[in-house]
């Protein structure tokens, strides 16, 4: 029987092997993040191998924290097959209960694909990346490759522009440091190419991506925020080429006016958000934490990057 201990008392354990080429060794808590990590994917089935592979944690270690997360119930085990478990689904709908930027826009996200039949996101800034906190859409929006508590990269989702358009002055200095990988032919891979297209955003108020993150799908959002930055954005995706961008340049008033609709049921009509307010967004998405939060917030956030939520 494998050895069973509490979360408390593996967090406790907070030392390890040393690590590779002289950096710090990794905590425990931080493997099982990154044991927890591997399962950010489509399959919801993993192996022993496959953990090992996706984590880079040891086999022996990952064989061992894979048998106490069982143990947790945070995972479940299928044979020699590993995946996510019944405390991970109450903890994720506890934290999804209290998320109240996704509990005021979901009637709102609801209607906007109802009006448009087009799939809708809600998104919020996470670091150089945007977090998918929703994803409103039907059968037919299944080929668009995106899910709830997904990550991509801002500078190439037309929700990640319209919240480094509209964000803290630095963010996109920080994003094009980066590196700005292509993900496409179109992806805006120059930083004069970025810098220029995130203040058309600021221009129009809305931001596009014409097939910058994904090969034939195209994107409209608008940011969510008052007279202060943007605290999440929301999108319209749909698959197509020019007619598909026409499209979205016909629905772009929608998604504007949808973002303004929840952020009035956020903070009520008319009601103007002091400096230091406006710097602190409802969503629970940490912002550069240090080292030792840091693995923390990465098992936390898997929660939410649940097929379940």
Known sequence: MPEQITLAEMMARATSEPAAGGHAPLSLLEKAAKVLGAFDGAEPRLSLTEVVRRSGIPRSSAHRILDQLVGLRWLDREGRDYRMGMRMLELGALASHHNRLRRAALPLLHALHEQTGHLVH?????????????RIGGLDDRSVPSRVGGRMPAYCTGAGKAVLAFGEPDAAERVIAAGLRPRTPSTL???????????????????????????????????????GRAIAAISLSCKGGGTARRELERLAPAVLSCSRAVWREL???????????????????????????????????????????
């Not at 809600?122 to 929703?134: I, N």
């Not at 129009?204 to 994904?214: K, V, Y």
């Not at 629970?284 to 956030?301: C, K, L």
């Open 122 to 134: 809600l998104a919020v800034p996470d670091g150089t990346e945007v977090v998918y906190l929703e």
């Open 189 to 227: 891979i120059r930083p004069v190419s970025l810098r220029s297209e995130l203040a058309a955003v600021r221009d129009r108020g809305i931001a596009f991506d014409h097939e910058e993150s994904f090969r034939g799908v195209v994107c409209v959002a608008a940011p969510l925020r008052g007279a």
């Open 267 to 309: 903070y009520g009509p008319g009601r103007a958000r002091t400096r230091h307010a406006a710097a602190t967004p409802p969503a629970p998405v940490a912002q550069q934490p240090r080292i030792s939060e840091q693995a923390m917030d990465n098992m936390m956030g898997w929660l939410g990057r649940s097929e379940w939520m």
